[in-house]
């Protein structure tokens, strides 16, 4: 026995309790001292499993999944736990996930704490609960509900795991005090495993496969997770678990599951920063204050009220400021009715949020953020007033998309505490946050956003200042691409539809009509020095805006618009086709290869520049701006991780192909391969590679 488990007594009740902080994740240490401590055992009347700290058993570790598999070494434990001669009771409290809920299912009978999560979401890492979940939920709560847990991957509460059938009791009070008791009054072991399943018909299972085949397109996990589920009712458990153990393992070898394991830590990593460590000393956040109460204001401002920061919103004038705060209720009363939110917490919330006209009210802010209009001049005026306002050590936070923050930290005379904060809209819904340094920023106020990201439920990605940051300006190539191809002949459907199908939430094109093809115009139109001179740089935005086509907001942009449907529209490829002969640009068919190439391989070879200039600080932030923030589908892991998939030389050879086959000047202007993948490809390394050697440099 380790100190991993300690076993206790309650008169004739085991009580064996794991502790393995933070979360109590099961590894291969807490298996064997599980095993150990059940050897151990001299037969007690009923054994209470229960574990120290915040959560019961919050599930696997997921860093074992690339070592060899475990599989075998859960089962016999699980199989351990349910045969043994007393009754067990699995005691749960927290968030009880995956490895965790499946070894709740072996015990005999399971009572938790109120409030208690439980979840099987293995199918967001790209497999299937592995270690007994698809066989004996089913045999708990039926196999169309375990389908609708597995496939869902959502957590359900103490109630709903009552009405499925996989929690016994919910225990007031003392959860051990009250786990003890319940064993006591239990005289027999229930074991799940010899439980009937009952078989659903083969049309309820083609119901779940098709809306699997939609929700989790490209993906084998949820297909493979209805087969595994379907099979409990034919197989005894003990096949039943063999089959499982076959499949799962086939899954996490696919890219796939690869992909999505890699996000899953890379979204851990991105706090991380060389050269700022623990020692470096958080500025303490407890009040917050925005500038500007529009679309992002407003956002953020709900992400500090949610967060139970008081924060106070400025805006230019009264009528700018009730419309801010009456969109803020808005959002809220939207939560309310889908059930999410309570009309007391809205209250609270509400209560969190104070509006101002005076900067006055926020002069005792910890951070500041600006989210007025893209306006350089207004801007810097606004910063100029902080300057003279704010406390002493307030962090100065900018929203800005496009503008230099070293140019905004130009007007202050404190640029140390300067730092962009670009959130992304919805900002209360959207997890991404970049986080932007300037050459001046101080490393406490980069660790205090970073940190800060958490209470505001974002995950924070940190890059120096350039232009369009990593998200934006890896967007440049692969936007310009999309409206080059609708001008050369492509529909805007048959781009999008294409990279839809690849797996992006939303293709391009639409994404424009949503944002507002004049927000996009406007930008192209600030910044076109800043791209080579080509005539026919983004002209498919100008083209449609210039023909009053704005987007969703009026109905009609790259296709027309009924409610949120959209619909083709042959006036927009008439606008598109006529602008293209102004502009010499042949017509020509494109196909799904070239559709994807030309949009995703500019992307990546940017995100090599990025790498190579120290914009960020490694190859999985930039993969997780994209899956968090751009509708990157997670399971191709992001563009870097992408582009290991499909190999560098094939990348470096994509890019090649277009720069000679779109002819000059346009080929060399935009498809020159970065330096970096250039250099990798020739020295036969990987990104990893890289980094590790940059790492030793350093
Ligand atoms: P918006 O037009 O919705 O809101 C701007 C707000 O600023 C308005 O309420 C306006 O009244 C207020 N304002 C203007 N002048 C002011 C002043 N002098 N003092 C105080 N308030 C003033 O704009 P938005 O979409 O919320 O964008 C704000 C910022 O966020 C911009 O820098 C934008 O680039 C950036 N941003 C926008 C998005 C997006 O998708 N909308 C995403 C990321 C970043």
Redesign the pocket.
Known sequence: MTQLVELGREGDVAVLTVSNPPVNTINAAVRAALAGALKDLGPPKALVLRCEGNTFFSGADIGEFSGPPQEEAYRRLFNAIEAAPFPVVAAMHGTVMGGGLEIALACHYRVAAPGTRFGLPEVTLGIIPGAGGTQRMPRLAGIEQTLELVLGARPVDTARAIELGFLDQVVEGDLRAGAVAFARGLSAPRRTADRKVDAVSEAVLESFREKARKQHRNQPAPLIAIEAIAASARLPLAEGLEHETKLVNELKATTESKALVHVFFAERETRKIPGIGAKVKLRPVTRAGI????????GIAICFANAGIPVTV????EA??Q??LAVVAQTYDGMIKRGRLTEGEKAQRMALIQGSLDYDSIKDADVVIE????SPA??K??FRKLDAVMKPGAVLA??????DIEDLAAAVKRPQDVIGL????P?NVMPLLEVVRTKDTAPDVIRTALDLARPLRKTPVLAKVCYGFIGNRMMEGYAREAERMVLEGATPRAVDSTLERWGMAMGILAVFDM?GIG?GVSVHQSNADKYPPDPTYYQADFALYEAGREGQKNGKGYYRYEGRERIDDPEAIAILAARARELGVPQRPHGETEVLERCLYPLMNVGFRILEEGVAVRASDIDVVWTSGYGFPRYRGGPMFYAETVGLPKVLEVMLKYKAALGEPYGSMHWQPAPLLERLVREGKSLADWEQERSRRD
């Open positions: 500038v500007g109460a529009g679309t992002m204001g407003g400025i805006d230019a004038n700018g400021l419309k801010g989210a007025v209009f893209e207004l801007k005026e606004i900018t929203n800005t998309s496009t503008l670009h959130f992304f809209s900002a944002a927000v």
